[in-house]
């Protein structure tokens, strides 16, 4: 690795010209060479769940991995650590250096939009779930990116929001999990849209203390996409790259700020510095020759292991001795809901990839049940929100016949500049040679069924949709937004009906013209007729009786979850809770999976035999929820955020500013912290998630005093009280009744996982950091630990904590 007096050497090397170069993005994800000092470009790329690479490409595709928010489920670090070390190699296979991974922002309000992309709602878990991921990510070689530097908590203006949030609760919560991520060595921080406190996190002095000042953060503070809009600001800051370029507000006028003396030489010369000591991490900086790590996987090996994670994170919320099911003693099953056959993956925006294989749920359980029983399979009442995007298996190239669609570039004039055979019909970055003008795609759809048909166009501008040379759709969409994740990544979608014959081979035939300023996107999307609701539900229930078991599966659309937006409720769209209440009255034996990223209502939780949450699964979904379902793997996962029965019972529900400001008035009570507060019980709490057996909390030891500023362990026994083996996550809750300053009533220190056979009595070592104990003192502007009577409290979930055990906190020295 080259040392601090050999950067100062490159520095001296640059030119003033150079220097700035280095300071901005080279393009969308790369960053500038500079022959001058042998550094070449490193690229970035978008995570959590997977690697895309630098182009949206659906022949370019990726593994991919379960929700954040189920691999925080698992609370299985050693876990998580894996996963992130097959993102790096992942990221090494497609020329990648930094993984812009992993999200630590927070489960403030269940109405994010973004919750399948963050990890959970409490900062210790958040911390030490995203602390495994980089040290996975980090260990091949690749840079992770903690992000969205700092309280960028939801998406509802989520480009101008300036978040007004205590210091305190900004230290002891927000902070956090990026504190945790810097302890981890990350070598990356992204720095969000938002505002805190007045000032963009861009420019803001948060990027200095504590980041660099107190936590020792030596790497590169990169801006999220866009996000710097000022020159002085920003320059002054602690920021080190703007990001995307070459175009921008540094560049250039960063230079000339800097001849004028607006901006130091010697702060400049200090982003270069970071960026140079990435670049040799990195092993992009000096001569090539540096070894790519080790060899990648096989294929079957990884999606075992994704296979295994999206077991670990699935959180079986009730049983009523349904589950597990013995696939010898079936002879039918009903797979039923608009979820089962095209479960959703993976959460809608930016980090989205092109999957290499999906296995939705009845793939899954039709591979369990071959050749032993009979899988019946019934859609259900159809979902709101949009109709997906054409693929290979509604239509085909006009041109080739193959499955696909083709796609062309033309000029103004309507002459063919570029044309290509492609998969499916969402092109978010179709090739623009000189002069393109529209982007055309013709697909010859091939209906199965006779009917009325959803057909659309997602984009802004100009566009068109002609069906067999009959216009259905022609009109002019002004963009409305100048969020890029919905210019570039999930435009709106226009649709309209149109009547289409089982057997014909209709030409549908797309066009978007290019404006400035209204993005590359053009998606064409397709879904065939829906029946009413009252012949689908027949349809469920009738499947239901004749079955021996029913599996229904439910779950959000990407106009409920997806980056850009928040949520306006939690109600789960269409007549999806309408469909497992008929069913679940046909058949007791009804088991309902959650297909969601984040917490919806169930208000028929209750009625039903077992109730399984899978997140947004990745793409061995289906064949974990399988092994679920049929005993092979146990539901690993305990909820890593409180779910409400309904909206109205959540203490912390805003996501919208007012003003300009979203008021985070709740200060350090969020999460089961705010619902604890507020005296109320939730459907499910924060930690809750049973497996295939029972527990017994029998003991709680630890020590009867500890000094402050030191870390202490406790003792928890449990038991296996159930007749199977099983897994349990034992958590352990602070409480500070009666302390000088306002405590949470309760809050977590730590957790850890046992595992026992069937009677076997086994003890958790959980060992809880001196900083669990500390609050920061605003007065003082420092760290204080308060000395006196504490409880220390363990159980299997926030709600739920049967032993406790005082403990005396003495002062330090």
Request: glycine share 12%; hydrophobic share 40%.
């Amino acid at each position: 690795m080259t040392d601090e007096d050999e950067l100062d050497r490159l520095i001296d090397k640059l030119t003033p010209e150079a220097k700035v170069r280095l300071l901005t993005g080279a393009d969308t994800w790369r960053t500038a060479a500079e022959p001058a000092v042998e550094l070449r470009p490193w690229v970035m790329s978008d995570g959590p769940a997977g690697v895309r690479g630098p182009s949206w490409d659906e022949r370019h595709t990726a593994v991919l991995l379960p929700s954040a928010t189920a691999l925080a489920a698992t609370w299985d670090e050693p876990l998580v650590e894996r996963l992130g070390s097959l993102l790096a190699l992942e990221a090494r296979r497609k020329g990648v250096h930094v993984v812009l991974a992993p999200n630590l922002n927070l489960h403030r309000s269940p109405l994010g939009g973004r919750h399948f992309e963050c990890l959970s709602e409490d900062p210790e878990l958040t911390g030490r779930m995203g602390a495994a991921l980089i040290r996975g990510v980090q260990a091949q070689g690749v840079a992770a990116a903690a992000k969205h530097y700092v309280a960028n908590d939801s998406e509802t203006d989520r480009l101008t929001v300036d978040v007004r949030v205590g210091e305190r609760a900004l230290r002891e919560v927000y902070l956090a999990p990026f504190e945790a991520a810097v302890a981890a060595g990350v070598r990356v921080v992204m720095a969000g849209y938002n505002a805190v406190n007045g000032t963009t996190t861009t420019a803001s002095s948060l990027l200095g203390t504590p980041l660099r000042t107190e936590w020792g953060f030596d790497g590169v503070v990169v801006s999220d996409w866009g996000a710097v809009r000022t020159t002085h600001e920003t320059a002054r800051a602690g920021l080190d790259l703007a990001m995307p370029g070459p175009d921008g507000v540094w560049g250039e006028a960063l230079l000339r700020a800097v001849e004028r003396g607006e901006v130091t030489q010697d702060a400049v010369d200090a982003k270069v510095r970071n960026v140079l000591r990435l670049a040799d991490w990195l092993g992009v900086l000096g001569p090539v020759g540096r070894p790519s790590g080790r060899p990648r996987p096989r294929p079957a090996a990884v999606r075992a292991l994704v296979r295994r994670a999206a077991a670990a994170g699935t959180v079986l919320l009730a049983n009523r001795g349904v589950l597990p099911l013995d696939a010898g003693g079936l002879t039918t099953v009903a797979v039923i809901g608009p979820r089962a056959a095209r479960t959703r993956s993976q959460g809608g925006g930016s980090a989205g990839v092109f999957p290499q294989a999906e296995v939705g749920v009845l793939d899954g359980i039709r591979g369990r049940l071959r050749g032993r029983a009979k899988v019946v399979h019934v859609p259900g009442p159809g979902l709101a929100g949009p109709p997906p995007a054409l693929d290979g298996t509604l239509c085909t190239d006009p041109d080739s016949g193959a499955p696909g669609v083709l796609l062309r570039v033309l000029d103004a004039d309507g002459v063919e500049l570029y044309a290509e055979h492609r998969f499916c019909a969402r092109q978010l970055e179709p090739p623009m040679p000189p002069g393109a003008h529209t982007v055309e795609i013709r697909a010859q759809l091939h209906p199965r069924e006779t009917g009325a048909w959803t057909l659309g166009i997602a984009g802004f501008g100009r566009m068109s949709l002609r069906l067999d040379g009959r216009e259905l759709l022609a009109d002019d969409f002004p963009r409305e937004t100048d969020d890029p994740a919905l210019i570039h990544v999930m435009p709106p979608v226009h649709t309209v009906t149109a009547d289409l014959t089982a057997g014909t081979l209709p030409l549908l035939v797309a066009r978007r013209e290019l404006a400035p300023d209204t993005g590359r996107a053009v998606i064409v999307c397709a879904s065939p007729p829906v029946p009413d609701t009252a012949t689908a539900l027949d349809a469920a229930v009738r499947a239901a009786r004749s079955s021996d078991v029913a599996i229904v599966v439910v779950g959000t659309t990407e106009d409920d979850e997806c980056e850009g937006r928040d949520r306006v409720h939690l109600r789960l769209g269409g007549d999806q809770d309408a469909l497992v209440r008929a069913v679940a009255a046909a058949n007791p034996r009804t088991v309902v999976i959650v297909n969601s990223g984040g917490p919806v209502e169930l208000p028929w939780r209750d009625e039903i035999g077992a109730l399984l949450l899978s997140w947004f699964p990745g793409q061995e979904g289906g064949a974990a929820l399988a092994d679920v379902v049929f005993g092979l793997r146990e539901p690993g996962g305990r909820l890593p955020t409180t779910w409400p029965a309904t909206l109205a019972d959540a203490p912390v529900t805003s996501t919208s500013p007012l003003d300009g400001r979203l008021e985070y008035t709740e200060g350090l009570h969020i999460g089961h912290r705010a619902w604890l507060r507020a005296g109320r019980t939730p459907a499910y709490w924060f930690g809750h998630g049973l497996g295939f057996t029972t527990w017994d909390y029998e003991e709680l030891g630890g020590p009867s005093e500890v000094e402050a500023g030191e870390s202490f362990g406790v003792r928890v026994r449990v038991r296996n009280t159930g007749a199977r083996a099983g897994r349990e996550v034992v958590q352990v809750y602070l409480a500070r009744p009666g302390g000088a300053v306002e405590y949470p009533q309760r809050w977590l220190a730590g957790y850890a996982a046992v595992h026992a056979r069937a009677g076997q009595t086994v003890t958790a070592v959980v060992r809880v950091p001196a900083r669990a104990l500390r609050h920061w003192d605003e007065r003082a502007g420092r760290w204080r630990t308060e000395a006196g009577s504490f409880r220390v409290l363990a159980g299997p979930s926030a709600g739920h904590v049967p032993l406790s055990l005082e403990v005396e906190l003495r002062a330090a020295g």
